[in-house]
């Protein structure tokens, strides 16, 4: 294995794949959910790859002979993204008030807590964290962040289960019954077309805040009219008075 390489090549994940295989991607899946530091691997586009390279058309897009095990990989990488947020979010339980409590981190900041904390309220907890699965980055920090709000330890375990099992499981065969098709364009067209699933995954939230600025406007001019009614009335109880 070429260590320099592979140092270099941290974010891409063809050359992840190459070099560590079935077991390296399980671990790096636990790393990226689990490990604060993770955040910066490409999760998504490595499971959709992973899938690519469990199909037959594994030899185009790694060589010949680095055909991954599909059924190790749908075993592995589920128990790995659960195992890892569960990890993360007995972190948020232990030290996560003293985490994200520190002014000059410029990772763990508070202002996480409170955005999650709003995210919590605004879509519910199981929601959340389903959610949070296909969003880079979000799905790193989410987990310590539910943990130091004291999200009970079984309500996450079930919401984390099941945001777990349909990230990992839809990605790898996103890849695999489609790989034939996407292996001659994988390297050029795997980050856009993660990024629409990304896109696809958030419409949720986006429909939901589109949702809640509607009815504030709507409540805003509800109370404008409110109002402004009330204004008529006094000024036509003043009139009555005078007369």
């Given at each position: 294995m070429d260590y320099n390489q592979l140092a270099v090549n941290l974010l891409d994940a063809k050359s992840l794949i190459s070099s560590l295989g079935a077991i390296g991607l399980i671990a790096i899946i636990f790393a990226e959910t689990g490990l604060l530091v993770g955040f910066f691997f490409p999760g998504d586009s490595?499971?959709?790859?992973?899938?690519?390279?469990?199909?037959?058309a594994a030899s185009s897009v790694l060589g010949e002979g680095a055909r991954l095990p599909i059924a190790a990989l749908l075993i592995g990488a589920p128990i790995a993204a659960v195992a890892g947020a569960q990890l993360g979010h007995l972190i948020g339980v232990r030290v996560g008030p003293r985490l994200f409590d520190k002014?000059?981190?410029?990772?763990?900041?508070?202002?996480?807590v409170l955005k999650a904390e709003e995210y919590f309220e605004k879509f519910g907890p199981g929601k959340a964290v389903v959610l949070a699965r296909f969003m880079p980055i979000v799905r790193t920090f989410l987990n310590p962040v539910a943990g130091t709000l004291k999200m009970p330890a079984k309500?996450?375990?079930?919401?984390?289960?099941?945001?777990?099992?349909?990230?990992?499981?839809?990605?790898?065969?996103?890849?695999?019954?489609?790989?034939?098709?996407?292996?001659?364009?994988?390297?050029?067209?795997?980050?856009?077309?993660?990024?629409?699933?990304?896109l696809l995954s958030v419409s949720p939230i986006l429909v939901e805040v589109v949702r809640e600025?509607?009815?504030?406007?709507?409540?805003?001019?509800?109370?404008?009219?409110?109002?402004?009614?009330?204004?008529?009335?006094?000024?036509?109880?003043?009139?009555h008075r005078r007369g």
């Open positions: 490595l499971l959709i790859l992973a899938g690519v390279a469990s199909s037959s002014p000059e981190s410029k990772i763990f900041r508070r202002e996480y309500t996450f375990l079930l919401w984390n289960v099941i945001g777990g099992v349909l990230w990992t499981e839809s990605m790898l065969l996103i890849g695999y019954f489609f790989g034939d098709a996407l292996a001659p364009v994988i390297d050029k067209y795997l980050i856009p077309a993660v990024l629409l699933i990304v600025r509607r009815k504030k406007r709507a409540g805003g001019g509800a109370e404008s009219a409110e109002a402004a009614e009330r204004e008529a009335a006094l000024q036509a109880g003043g009139r």
